[in-house]
């Protein structure tokens, strides 16, 4: 087991357990070189400075992704949300239905975002957090509202089991 003074790197230990959980573990791996070269091209118009960074992230995504497919058996976990929309204001009753909504599930709807996009149209990121049912079901309630021109949801992480 060496020691890399620069970032404390620690060469593959047989012992994860024994470790510091903010300690980087150097490890090999093996894919085809082309696998590499897309890698590479993907990891720069991303803006990665290196191959650990973009493959730290890809796992986290996975993570996060399992995390959510897990809190799907158990409706009382906690999750975090993003809803982005854009819609019309001008649309009859819209604005005032997703704002009784967001008021009505104000436990679970924790931030909003507004910006006006031009005259007729308006982006709104609102933050959702509580159980996975609270959550999903109020981002379909938004997204399904009659008027909204793009409705997304990205499941994000309370942050408690990733790293
Ligand atoms: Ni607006």
């Known amino acids: 087991m060496s020691k890399?003074?620069?970032?404390?790197?620690?060469?593959?230990?047989?012992?994860?357990?024994?470790?510091?959980?903010?300690?980087?573990?150097?490890?090999?791996?093996?894919?085809?070189?082309?696998?590499?070269?897309?890698?590479?091209?993907?990891?720069?118009?991303?803006?990665?400075?290196?191959?650990?960074?973009?493959?730290?992230?890809?796992?986290?995504?996975?993570?996060?992704?399992?995390?959510?497919?897990?809190a799907a058996l158990d409706p009382a976990s906690q999750v975090v949300g993003v809803v982005v929309l854009v819609y019309?204001?001008?649309?009859?009753?819209?604005?005032?239905?997703?704002?009784r909504m967001q008021h009505h599930h104000h436990g679970t709807a924790v931030a909003t975002l507004h910006i006006h996009l031009s005259e007729e149209y308006c982006l709104e990121v609102i933050v959702l957090r509580g159980n996975q049912t609270e959550v999903l079901d109020m981002a379909e309630h938004l997204i399904s509202a009659r008027g909204v021109l793009h409705g997304k949801f990205v499941p994000a992480t309370t942050g408690a089991d990733i790293t």
């Not at 230990?13 to 590499?36: H, K, Q, W, Y």
């Not at 019309?88 to 704002?99: G, K, P, W």
Request: proline residues 3%; hydrophobic residues 35%.
């Open 4 to 70: 890399m003074s620069s970032e404390n790197e620690v060469n593959d230990p047989t012992n994860l357990d024994s470790l510091n959980t903010d300690e980087l573990i150097r490890f090999g791996l093996s894919m085809p070189a082309s696998l590499v070269q897309q890698l590479d091209e993907w990891r720069k118009e991303q803006g990665y400075a290196n191959r650990s960074e973009a493959i730290r992230d890809m796992v986290r995504e996975k993570l996060i992704a399992a995390n959510w497919q897990k």
């Open 88 to 99: 019309d204001h001008t649309t009859r009753q819209l604005s005032e239905d997703l704002n």
